[in-house]
């Protein structure tokens, strides 16, 4: 829905409001007009059920409402003698419409100083989880959410098992644009395993069904920073098709807010040129520096004295071991077909010197063995590490060299997939990365770059036609961004899929940025008797200069002296 078609339907909601309760407020005191005013009818509904009047405030909060209004309808059932549990049930399953019931064929009274306190045991416990998942719902939404890093694309920085609390408002929270979902949740409710919201994600129909007219426009709240080059940031995942997270379905479109959260850094911001040489990111030319905090893992090629040893392979971490080396005589290489070959499997050359020529890869086809006369290196493999590792470990443990290694067979495999645009990981041609208001010149040679931006993000039809391109109908030969666009990247380069591979990342994707790691676990994917907490992590933050500081020791002894402190404070209520 667009702004005006989420005010005609407010506009309705206040008729059926007023069609159906009119009456009772007629019978509580109060004039039948006053039913029919969006806001004050809320306000006067909150006097009539004795209510506190910042609960209208709850009413127009997404997500938050869909929790509030089955609490309003029972209690205004209440406020006029309609206690029994019947009357509750039969107010939530018809949505309140019970309520109509009530007011047209019922002689009901005010109850005018009706006693809120529930009047049972179960009844306490019931408003007190509605109000707790009320409150938590509130924080989780528009505050604070809690995240768990999945991947070691950010390792070093933010290590798998690393439980963090995302902060939503530092950018501004973003509005819920999925109204009707379930809260506390993301995409799919646990046990059940299925979407925890109502939305149609057919890519036939999604823009048609009346299920997604109810889906709110974009809306961020105001926040206190902007998204700055060099920030950890979480956001919703461009690319997703994802129904249900580790479980792809072929071309499922789902609500902006319902993608999966990915978190990566953001490497280039709205105005930016950015180009990508040897895994180096270069802002506007000159190369990015990072904050001290990052440390930026790439593939390194190893070579050690007589064959690996097992000192070796632990010093290197054998988590990182990445890939293997071969070599191939360069007589071979002079054969009619042999660079044919060499494209087929994929092999990436590493240096040459007068006799061979080394590859990582791997050739496993024994034909294609013998027709290279290929070699696998028993003294050389590839692995991966910050070049402060590589300085550091080599001469150690028989570790000869360590040589940063890129890739540069370029192909269509990062974006925009276009072979105009061929490219690798490591070696990218200049982009812009597009700002709000902002107009760029357009034809068929750019129109890659962009073409999802315009199609897919701001939501406009594109047709080519011959050399013209037309949106919306009408020839085009330049195009005004709608909004702010950014680059992600994952600190560990070849083991993050980013930016480089699914293009730009929407402001409206923005969820916000890690501040806070609580909790951290190793081995968080090897089953839970794997476990092992990292002490050095709990509680420390995630930005800042130096190394991270655990704040673990100082929260415990907060804790002690408040348990002293209520100790005494209620002993000496007792001796009073």
């Known amino acids: 829905m667009n702004g005006t078609q989420w005010i005609i339907f407010i506009l309705i909601i206040q008729v059926i409001h007023f069609l159906g309760t009119w009456k009772l407020y007629v019978k509580a005191g109060r004039k039948a007009w006053e039913a029919a005013i969006p806001v004050y009818n809320a306000i006067i509904l909150m006097q009539i059920i004795n209510r506190p009047k910042w609960w209208v405030i709850l009413l127009f909060i997404p997500i938050i409402n869909l929790l509030m209004f089955p609490v309003v309808w029972v209690e205004t059932l ?91 408002f530092h950018y501004g929270a973003r509005i819920p644009m999925t109204t009707v979902a379930a809260p506390m949740v993301h995409d799919t409710l646990p046990i059940f ?18 299920w997604n007219k109810l889906q709110l426009p974009y809306l961020r ?30 071309g499922v479109r789902k609500p ?78 002079q054969q009619e077909r042999a660079t044919e070959v060499i494209q087929a499997m994929n092999l990436e050359q590493i240096k040459s010197d007068s006799s061979y020529t080394y590859y990582a890869g791997n050739v496993g086809n024994q034909k294609v063995k013998d027709y290279l ?77 962009y073409e999802k931006i315009i199609k897919e993000y701001e939501g406009n039809d594109i047709k080519v036609n011959g050399n013209q391109i037309l949106i919306n109908g009408e020839v085009s030969n330049t195009y005004t961004f709608e909004q702010n666009y950014y680059w992600m990247m994952g600190d560990n380069r070849h083991r993050s899929e980013d930016s480089r591979f699914w293009g730009y990342v929407p402001e409206d994707h923005i969820v916000g940025t890690p501040i806070f790691i ?42 002690a002296a408040w348990f002293i402190f209520d100790f005494f404070r209620k002993k000496k209520k007792v001796d009073a």
């Open 78 to 168: 209440r406020s006029f003698g309609k206690n029994s549990l019947l009357d509750t049930w039969l107010a939530l399953l018809t949505l309140g419409l019970y309520i109509y019931y009530v007011n047209y064929f019922e002689d009901v009274k005010y109850i005018e100083n009706r006693d809120i306190h529930p009047k049972t045991a179960l009844g306490e416990w019931v408003s007190s989880i509605v109000f707790a998942i009320v409150a938590a719902t509130l924080v989780h939404t528009y505050l604070i959410q809690p995240f768990v890093i999945p991947t070691s694309s950010l390792e070093k920085t933010l290590l798998v098992g690393d439980f963090l609390f995302v902060s939503k």
């Open 193 to 210: 395993k299925t979407r925890s919201y109502i939305a149609d994600v057919d890519p036939a129909t999604y823009k048609t069904s009346i």
């Open 221 to 250: 709240l105001p926040g206190f920073k902007k998204v700055k080059r060099n920030d950890i940031v979480v956001f919703s995942w461009p690319a997703d098709t994802v129904y249900q997270f580790f479980k792809k379905q072929q």
């Open 256 to 333: 902006i807010d319902k993608k999966s959260n990915y978190v990566k850094r953001c490497v280039g911001v709205p105005g930016d040129s950015l180009t990508i040489k040897d895994g180096y990111v270069y802002i506007n030319g000159e190369k990015t520096v990072l904050p001290y905090r990052a440390k930026p893992e790439f593939l390194h090629t190893v070579t050690v004295d007589g064959q690996f040893s097992n000192a070796a392979i632990e010093l290197l971490g054998r988590e990182n071991l990445s890939g293997n080396v071969i070599r191939v005589p360069n007589s071979s290489l």
């Open 373 to 449: 006369k290929s070699e696998d290196m028993k003294n050389m493999a590839l692995f991966n590490l910050t070049e402060e590792e590589a300085k550091n470990y080599t001469g150690k443990d028989g570790i000869t060299s360590i040589n940063k290694f890129s890739y540069t067979n370029a192909d269509t495999s990062v974006f925009p997939q276009n072979p105009a645009y061929a490219g690798t990981v490591d070696n990218m041609g200049t982009i812009y990365i597009p700002e709000k208001g902002n107009t760029v010149p357009l034809n068929v040679d750019i129109l890659p770059i």
């Open 518 to 559: 609580w909790m951290s676990i190793d081995g968080i994917n090897e089953g839970i008797s794997n476990w092992k907490v990292r002490w050095d992590r709990v509680f420390t933050t995630v930005n800042g200069d130096g190394e991270p500081t655990s704040y673990f020791k100082y929260f415990l002894i907060l804790l």
